[in-house]
C-alpha cells in the first residue's frame, strides 16, 4: 500500500489546551505523584498514581481508606500486594491480616517472616497488652476504655450476638479486678478477665448494686464463651502474656491468620485480638510521625456480630487521627448485606463504614452482584454497565467524585508475589530475578 499523507497543515496547539480539546488522551496532574498503579485507560493510556496523602493534603480526599472489591480471579489480591509492595518503598508502615497466608512471598522479597498464629504454636498475643499504648502517651483512662471496647467486642463475637447491659458491666469490673490482681505491671490477659467473671467479688457486685451470685449468674454465657477461647478454640495464642523476641521493627508486618481460615465462627475472634494489637502498634506509629497502611483480608468476615461491627466502626475513624490508611479486602457485596435483617444496627454501620470511605477499587463483578454495587457505592449507571465487563487486572477507581478504569501493570518479581495460583500448577513457580 502507498501511504496517504494529509494536505492539510498540522495543527500546532499547546498541552494545556489539548487536554480539554481530548479530555480522554491526558490524565489529570493531581494524579501524576505517588504509587505507580498501572495504565490508566481513560487517560489514553498514562500512568496512574495514587497517595492518600497527598490527596488529602490537597483537600481531594476528606478520607485516606479504601475498599477493594471483585469477584474471585479478578485480581483484587495483585492489586492488594502491589499497592503494599510499591508502598514500602515509598516509606510507609504496613501491617497486614492475611487471612489465607498468601503475603509469604512478599515477605520474603521484603525481608522479613509472617508471624503465625496457630493453635499451640510459638507466638501469643495478648488483646489487653497495653504496653505499646503507653510507649505512645496514651492516658490511662483512654487506655482502659480500649481494653473494654475489645472485650466487649470479643464477647459479642463469641457469644454471636449483642451483649446485655449486664454483662457489659460485668465485664468492666472484671477488667478492673484483673488490672488490680496484675499490678504493678497492670497486664491483665482473657484467662484473668475470664476467673473474675466466674467468681465476682462481693465489692465489686455491690457497686453495681447486685450480688455477687446475680452478677456471676448474668455474665454467665460470656464468662464461658470467653473461657472456651482461652481453653479451647484458640489455646495457645492469647490466652497468655505477649510472647517477647516478636519483630514489630520491620517495616512490613503480616499476621498470617490461615489457621483458622475454614472456620468463619472463630475467625471474626481471631481478627479481633489481633487488630486490637494492631491498633496499639499504628498508635505508636503515630506518635512516631510515621504514615502506616492497615490492610485487612476478607472484612466482612468480622461484620456479622452487632459488637464487633461497632468496634471495627471505631478503629476506622481512628484513621485520620493516627494517619492510618484502612484498606478492607470484599469479595461482593451480598456478604455485606447477609451480616444482619435489612434495617438492623449491622447493616446501617456497614453502610456507614462504605460512607466513610472515599476510594474504592472495583474489579469484575458477576452480573448478580452489580446492583447492590451500584446502589452502595453510589455508581452511576455507566460506571456499573463497566464493572461487569472488566477483565482480570482492570479496575475501576473511584477516588471521591473521580474516576477511571485502570490496567494493573506488574514486573515479573511481583507477577511471583502475585501468583496465588501455583498450589494448582503442575510444575512450581520460581521467583523472577
Known sequence: MTAVRSRNPAHRITTAHLQSAYPFMAACGEWASGVYIGEDVCGGGGAFCYDPWSLYASGLLTNPNMVVIGQVGRGKSATVKSYVGRSLVFGRRVVALDRKGEFDRLCTVAGTRPIRLERGGAVRLNPLDVRLSVAAGIADADIRRDQLDVLTALGGAACRRALTSTEKAALRVALDRAV???APDGQPTLREVSRALFAPADDDAARLAMSARELADGSRDVALELDRLVAGDLAGMFDGPTSDGIDLSHQLVVFDLSEVYQNEDMLAVLMVCVASWVQRLLQRDADMQRRSILILEEAWSCLANVEVARWMR???????????????????????????????????ITRGLLSDTETHVVHGMARTEVEATRVLLGLTDTEAEVIAELPRGRALWRVRDRSTVVDLRLSGLEQWICDTDSRMTAAPVEAAS
Open 314 to 348: 471505631s478503629l476506622q475513624k481512628l484513621s485520620r487521627q493516627y494517619g492510618v490508611q484502612v484498606v478492607m479486602v470484599l469479595h461482593r457485596f451480598s456478604d455485606l448485606a447477609a451480616t444482619g435483617a435489612t434495617g438492623s444496627e449491622v447493616v446501617a
Open 180 to 182: 488490680r490482681d496484675t
